[in-house]
Every structure is written in structure tokens, then in C-alpha cells.
């Protein structure tokens, strides 16, 4: 059983630092895109960052600059590190993942539980 797993949410004030982490585990041959989402009250979910296997990443406009999606493939991890934050990025973030379990040769889609963001003095 293949299980991502947010940490790093919480309470930071406007202009703060955040660092998400996305930890991959279970049985598994290869984990390819990684994005991360994030939900605001009553929105859709939307697009935050995203970054292949290879390294390479895109943003959101609102978060360009400001925002870093990195992943450490030896720990099977994502990072998303939000900086200078404003209260308009409070959400649930949500990681979700192209995993390819053992044992198969197809690749699924995985997605974390969801880790708050609150953003408030």
C-alpha cells in the first residue's frame, strides 16, 4: 500500500516562512511527477507547484519567487518551502504523486491526507 504523508503545516504570521514535506512509503519502483495543491475554504483545489522526476518545476503565478518545491528522491520526499507568506496562501496543501507500485508497470495517482496552513497574526 502506497501512502503519502503531509507534515510541516501550521500557524506562521503574514510575511513567515513554511516548509512542507510529502513523505512517500510503502512498496513501490518509481515515483515520477510530484505536485503539490492547495485547497481554500469553499474553492477548489488548485495547483500550487509541481516538479518530474527529473528535477524540473513549475509554479503557480501567485506563488512565483516565493514559493520552492525540491524533492530529495534517496528519502522518497517533496518539500514545498513557502516563504514571505501571506494570508491568502492559508489552505489545506495537499501532495499528490505518480507512483508506479510494485509489481506493476502502471503508474497511479496518490494523494496525501492534507496538511493546514494557517497564515494570521
Known amino acids: 500500500q502506497v501512502q503519502l504523508v503531509e507534515s510541516g503545516g501550521g500557524l506562521v504570521q503574514p510575511g513567515g516562512s513554511l516548509r512542507l514535506s510529502c513523505a512517500a512509503s510503502?512498496?513501490?519502483?518509481?515515483?515520477?511527477?510530484m505536485e503539490w495543491y492547495r485547497q481554500r475554504p469553499g474553492n477548489q483545489g488548485a495547483l500550487v507547484a509541481a516538479i518530474t522526476s527529473g528535477g524540473s518545476t513549475k509554479y503557480a503565478d501567485s506563488v512565483k519567487g516565493r514559493f520552492t518545491i525540491s524533492r530529495n528522491n534517496a528519502k522518497n520526499t517533496v518539500y514545498l518551502q513557502m516563504s514571505s507568506l501571506k494570508p491568502e496562501a492559508a489552505a489545506v496543501y495537499y501532495c499528490?504523486?505518480?507512483?508506479?507500485?510494485?509489481?506493476?508497470?502502471?503508474?497511479?495517482?496518490?494523494w496525501g491526507q492534507g496538511t493546514q496552513v494557517t497564515v494570521s497574526s
Open positions: 510503502g512498496s513501490f519502483s518509481s515515483i515520477n511527477d
Open positions: 499528490r504523486g505518480d507512483i508506479i507500485p510494485t509489481g506493476s508497470v502502471y503508474e497511479y495517482d496518490y
